[in-house]
């Protein structure tokens, strides 16, 4: 009797835990239906197109199919590391993505900050109009914008003139793209980045600000000391799915800004795939450098997770 007794605990629970699930779904209905268009959209468009991975790995034949085309294992990967053109390609991708980072990442948090101590409503409202408003922009008007003011007859090359300086055509200087493609970016999206560190500074609990204030702390103080630490846990996951997406240069906009002078330091992974791909209709060997890119950014997420766990408490898990 003990033997069936202790047998038929855990299905006594796991029928609980249904019927629980069952009560929950009935109760919440509305909020599930919500969920199941994205859901579905990840499944469509994230998750069954996995299958054509195996191209990485196979010599596609469009006749053929996925399929039944020959499978050749590592050879384009093989042809891809052995090419000239790997290098420079990895570093230009690493080098925009790492500059962007650098300046995309802290911008957000500091203007959330300060957006953070202005009291005045009205400029509070203005302030973050003007810093979010370039966020909806699109790319393609983004980089007519960027062509025309930085070309040498553009707005700068005016200031340059108007100064006695020579202008300087910087859309033609290799070196200076990654320059110009980060500046722009952390322009075009620091204002609506930062509205997820004014949600967490909304979270603090106000009685820090008034022990601050009876202790004497000056403004800088309380952001030091309360603000910082209060949104860490959102620095610290936003920095891991930064880095994550580290080599995740964007395509359309790397694109449109590309030219014969500044090919050189402008060709990251997005565009050669784009090239090798669609337009010399190469489709294993741009898979390949696909899949390599995506290995490399799932195993720095793995190593950035791993570290933020070690050395503080919070991580994506």
């Known amino acids: 009797m003990e033997i069936n007794q202790n047998q038929s605990i855990p299905i006594e629970i796991q029928y609980g835990r249904i019927d629980l699930a069952k009560k929950q779904i009935k109760k919440y209905w509305q909020l599930y239906i919500l969920m199941l268009l994205p859901l579905t959209y990840i499944l469509i468009f994230k998750y069954v197109p996995m299958a054509g991975v195996q191209i990485a790995f196979k010599d ?6 996925i399929w039944g085309s020959e499978w050749v294992g590592l050879q384009h990967f093989i042809t891809f590391f052995s ?3 790997f290098w420079p390609i990895f570093r230009n991708t690493l080098e925009i993505s ?6 995309n990442f802290p911008a957000p948090i500091i203007l959330a900050l300060f957006l953070n101590e202005i009291r005045m409503g009205f400029f509070k409202k203005s302030v973050q109009m003007v810093t979010y408003a370039p966020h909806f922009i699109s790319t393609v ?3 007519g914008m960027i062509l025309l003011f930085l070309a040498p ?3 700068m090359g005016k200031l340059f003139t108007q100064l006695g ?3 300087i055509n910087f859309m033609g200087i290799a070196d200076e793209f990654k320059f110009v493609y980060a500046l722009t970016d952390m322009w075009q999206h620091m204002g609506y980045s930062s509205i997820i560190y004014l949600a967490a500074l909304a979270g603090i609990n106000p009685e820090l600000y008034e022990a601050a204030k009876v202790d004497g702390a000056s403004r800088l103080q309380k952001m030091i000391y309360i603000d910082l630490p209060g949104i860490a846990p959102a620095i610290v996951i936003m920095l891991i799915l930064s880095t994550g997406d580290v080599l995740n240069v964007g395509f359309e906009k790397t694109y449109l800004l590309q030219n014969n002078l500044n090919l050189p330091g402008s060709e990251v992974i997005a565009t050669y ?5 669609l337009l010399n209709a190469n489709y294993s060997y741009s898979t390949a450098i696909g899949v390599f890119n995506s290995v490399i950014s799932f195993t720095l997420l793995i190593i950035v997770n791993a570290f933020a766990r070690k050395i503080s408490e919070h991580s994506l898990w």
């Open 153 to 155: 007859n553009g707005e």
């Open 141 to 143: 008007v983004m980089c």
């Open 98 to 103: 790492l500059i962007t980072l650098l300046f």
């Open 83 to 85: 090419s000239p053109n």
């Open 165 to 167: 300086l020579k202008p």
């Open 273 to 277: 795939v784009y090239k090798v791909g």
């Open 60 to 65: 596609y034949n469009f006749v053929k199919g």
